[in-house]
């Protein structure tokens, strides 16, 4: 979760996280047997703006995905 100006743009800082994490990752952990044709990460992502929902409120809902009611 993150918050950022409506100037930024969201395609290079997506792709920047996910290249900086699939390095820093393979760099500490052995997962090269793991991946699928070399690939850390999937081509695709998925944004969503929260509108009219706190932070904390967000926050919760993450966290409960998957639990019962």
Known sequence: MFSS???TNL???ING???GTSK???N???VEDK???NVFWSNSYCLITTGEVT????KKYV????KER
């Open 17 to 19: 996280l996910k290249t």
């Open 11 to 13: 395609t290079k800082f």
């Open 35 to 37: 991946l699928w044709k």
């Open 55 to 58: 932070h904390d409120q967000l």
């Open 28 to 30: 500490r952990l052995d």
């Open 5 to 7: 100006k409506p100037t």
């Open 63 to 66: 966290e409960n995905q998957g």
């Open 24 to 26: 820093s990752i393979r």
